[in-house]
Structure formats: C-alpha cells, structure tokens
C-alpha cells in the first residue's frame, strides 16, 4: 500500500507526491520516524525551525492515518 509523507503546519504545506510502498501502518509510521531523524541529522541546529510542523501520513485518497510532531519526535 502507497503512502504518503506530507509535512504540514498551521499555514504551510508541503506536499509528498511520490510516496512509499509499505506493508502496514506501523511500518509506515517506522518510515516517517526514520525519515524526521533524516531532517534532524541534515541540520541538527534547525530544531526550532520545525516547531509547530508534523509530518501527516495520508493514503492515496488523502484522508489522515496518522501524524507525528516533528519536535517532539526529534527528541
């Protein structure tokens, strides 16, 4: 099942158009875990410039799965 990664906060969004291919939703929220540490590593000093975003998984549909803090996830 495809599954998309969109990164979105009060007035922005910015949109995952390709997606993953994942057996479940556990690994798809592994998938979004790994792929926040990814952001963190890139620039370790840009924590509070991800205050108030979250990353929302979405299926092809576009309805909401789940959401994950982007801050509180980094800790």
Do not use: Y
Request: one cysteine or more.
């Amino acid at each position: 099942m495809r599954r998309f990664f969109h990164l979105v906060n009060g007035q922005e969004t910015i949109l995952d158009d390709t997606g993953v291919e994942v057996a479940d939703l556990e690994t798809a929220k592994a998938q979004a875990r790994k792929a926040i540490a990814e952001l963190r590593q890139d620039d370790q000093d840009a924590l509070e410039d991800w205050s108030g975003w979250r990353l929302d998984i979405v299926c092809p549909e576009g309805s909401l799965l789940h959401s994950l803090d982007l801050v509180t996830t980094l800790h």
